[in-house]
């Protein structure tokens, strides 16, 4: 009978480490992800898994909605969490590459509700952005980024903040937010990810007027930039040879 139950007791945890290892497998490296594509028909879940690099892979619903802002030709926008490693590792990586091509960068606020403070941050960070500056927006959400790992709870944060505010030679507000309407950006940015249905973050997409491409690897954004820009360059020369053309013709003395 002992002999029986030390099977059985072998067998159930064989079997848990077996799980524990298929949905490790399952989970893309380098974000936060809640839901992954289902799998084909026939198609074994960890063979679709490898097919679903984070940022890719995924049946985006309706995309006609992200374009450049006016004035530009191609944007690269983000979604992002400020509680989200991958985030923080792709950050860098995006604003070296908007910085280098001369494009704007689009972003947009993804907290999780998984997650304790990325709300709050993403709040602030609004407030800094629609208050102070774009510019000390940006460097705030740098600093949260390279201080993540430090925090570790609201508390936390809030700790950064006052720190950082003083800092920054920033008052404080009583209430950072007193009508919502910072609030109000950050869901509606959600909202709008989830028109999209984005599924994990950082969510990238390098934007034409035309289309949307999801970034697979973010290692990889340069190229797709350069992608973009040398497609919209080549779609906007002919017209401009079509009218070059047609005032040629228009010019041309007529016969009798």
């Not at 497998?25 to 198609?43: I, N, Y």
């Not at 679709?48 to 530009?72: E, I, Q």
């Not at 792709?90 to 001369?102: L, S, T, W």
Request: charged share 20%.
């Amino acid at each position: 009978m002992k002999r029986y139950w030390l099977v059985l007791s072998i067998a159930a945890v064989a079997v848990a480490i077996g799980v524990y290892k298929y949905r490790s497998a399952e989970r893309p490296a380098g974000g936060d992800v809640v839901v992954m594509q289902e799998p084909p028909a026939g198609v074994p879940a960890r063979q679709a898994a490898a097919r679903n690099p984070v940022n890719a892979g995924y049946p985006f619903k309706d995309t006609s909605m992200l374009k450049p802002p006016a004035g530009s030709k191609v944007a690269v926008y983000e979604f992002e969490d400020l509680e989200c490693p991958g985030c923080r590792a792709a950050a860098p990586i995006v604003h070296a590459a908007v910085a280098h091509y001369n494009i704007p960068l689009v972003r947009r606020d993804y907290p999780w509700s998984f997650h304790i403070w990325s709300f709050d941050a993403a709040v602030t960070a609004r407030y800094l952005q629609d208050k102070v500056s774009p510019q000390l927006a940006d460097e705030f959400r740098r600093d949260v980024f390279a201080g993540q790992s430090l925090i570790a709870s609201k508390d936390d944060l809030t700790r950064f903040t006052a720190k950082w505010f003083q800092a920054h030679g920033q008052s404080l507000p009583f209430v950072m937010d007193p009508n919502g309407a910072c609030k109000l950006e950050v869901e509606s940015d959600r909202a709008l990810g989830d028109q999209l249905g984005v599924k994990s973050t950082p969510c990238i997409f390098v934007v034409t007027g035309s289309r949307a491409i999801p970034v697979g690897d973010v290692s990889q954004l340069d190229r797709m930039i350069e992608a973009a820009l040398a497609q919209t360059a080549a779609s906007s020369e002919i017209p401009a040879k079509a009218a070059q053309l047609s005032d040629i013709l228009h010019a041309a003395p007529k016969r009798s």
